[in-house]
């Protein structure tokens, strides 16, 4: 990924439950801001591999598909295979155990739009979907 935003958190969890519910993608509605809606379209051993997301945030709303490659409990990275109004969203989570039932989560995001937008400004938006996402992703493994 070229330019990207990325920030980390501690998880009262353990990695498998945190993985979990990043594999959850039919969840993310209920945790991760502007995601309305997520359609799995392919799965394998019981993770997604490609997935539909609905999107309203802000001024930006967009219906758009990502792939997924797992490694097991530790990573999960992704990028954009279409959109309407993105030009790319890869990313990627991160896990490591810092002690047992504690992981720290790393989150790496890059987002470019086909919409013209100051880096800075698009670099923020990065912050608030990376910041926004971690928090909810905490809330709902510690729940």
């Known amino acids: 990924m070229a330019d990207q935003t990325e920030s980390s958190i501690a998880i009262q969890a353990d990695a498998r439950r945190v993985m ?3 594999a959850d993608l039919p969840a993310y509605p ?3 801001e502007g995601i309305t809606s997520v359609t799995v379209l392919t799965s394998s051993g019981g993770r997604p591999i490609t997935a539909r997301f609905e999107l309203a945030s802000g001024p930006i ?5 990502l792939q997924y490659t797992w490694d097991g409990d530790l990573a ?3 990028r954009l295979l279409s959109a309407d109004v993105l030009r790319a969203m890869d990313g990627s989570y991160e896990l490591t155990v810092v002690e047992p039932g504690v992981t720290e989560v790393r989150y790496r995001l890059a987002v470019d739009v ?3 937008m100051i880096g800075m400004i698009k670099r923020k938006a ?4 990376v910041d926004s996402a ?4 905490k809330a709902r493994a510690e729940a």
């Not at 990065?126 to 979907?129: A, L, N, S």
């Open 114 to 116: 086909k919409i013209p």
């Open 20 to 22: 979990d519910v990043i």
């Open 76 to 78: 999960v990275h992704w």
């Open 134 to 137: 971690l928090k909810g992703l």
């Open 61 to 65: 709303r967009d219906t758009y598909e």
């Open 126 to 129: 990065e912050k608030v979907i």
């Open 30 to 32: 209920q945790w991760s």
